[in-house]
């Protein structure tokens, strides 16, 4: 099944969820949500992954048409991935519906007089 939505997530830390906004906006993204969030990786991950696990984190939630998905996913992976200082990871999982959102989102509101 296709579904017309995808939610990516990236976990970053503090400091860089405006690093996620534009790149993922560089490709189509219109906007997203911020959440604060605190690590709680072991030591043996920080030793697996070869980081230093910061504990304080931010998670941007962005919803995108689902085409844009791996465009955005592949941008995040090179401007804030686990090589870099954002030290992020993305993901995204599927989404069948959602309101409060236009299909077309180049149209925009009109005034009624």
Do not use: W
Not at 30 to 38: E, H, M, Q, S
Not at 48 to 70: H, N, R, T, Y
């Amino acid at each position: 099944m296709q579904y017309p939505h995808e939610a990516i997530f990236c976990i970053v830390n503090a400091g860089y969820s405006e690093s996620v906004m534009e790149s993922a906006k560089k490709l189509g993204a219109k906007g997203g949500t911020v959440l604060n969030a605190r690590g709680t990786a072991s030591k043996q991950a920080e030793t697996f992954f070869g980081i230093s696990i910061q504990p304080e984190k931010e998670i941007v939630m962005i919803l995108v048409p689902a085409k844009l998905k791996d465009n955005i996913l592949h941008a995040l992976y090179q401007d804030v991935g686990l090589h870099t200082p954002g030290q992020g990871i993305a993901f995204s999982l599927p989404v069948d519906a959602a309101v409060g959102i236009s299909e077309d989102s180049e149209k925009k509101p009109t005034a009624q007089a």
